[in-house]
């Protein structure tokens, strides 16, 4: 599976973005696909997850309310909608692929990962 990040960019604090993310070369709909972010320095850090069929997201406390995980698996995407983004949201955001998982937060349950996409947030 490949997988396909864009989105990232350049904001002021309060402002939205919307990642997306573009599989290929699997079945989509087989995999639980998450997004990622590590900023300068720091550990690579989980921020939200969605379930196969869609039914089912989970996200760090640190986004609750503010950004949304979705899924097409007619197009085989996922996105990230960012809003009211805060200065500690910059971080480079990556999309990922996981097939058989025991904890949809932890990145080595990940099998496929996206090459990352920029987010920077000004204060």
């Known amino acids: 599976v490949q997988l396909q990040a864009s989105g990232g960019g350049l904001v002021q604090a309060g402002d939205s973005l919307r990642l997306s993310c573009a599989a290929s070369?699997?079945?989509?709909?087989?995999?639980?696909m998450g997004w990622f972010r590590q900023a300068p320095g720091k550990e690579r850090e989980f921020v939200a997850a969605?379930?196969?069929?869609?039914?089912?997201?989970y996200y760090v406390d640190s986004v609750k309310g503010r950004f949304t995980i979705s899924r097409d698996n007619t197009k085989n995407t996922v996105g990230l909608q960012m809003n009211s983004l805060k200065p500690e949201d910059t971080a480079v955001y990556f999309c990922?692929?996981?097939?058989?998982?025991?904890?949809?937060?932890?990145?080595?349950?990940?099998?496929?990962w996206g090459q990352g996409t920029q987010v920077t947030v000004s204060s």
């Open positions: 990922a692929a996981a097939g058989y998982y025991n904890n949809y937060a932890r990145s080595d349950d990940y099998d496929y």
């Open positions: 070369g699997g079945t989509f709909s087989r995999y639980l």
């Open positions: 969605i379930t196969r069929s869609g039914g089912t997201m």
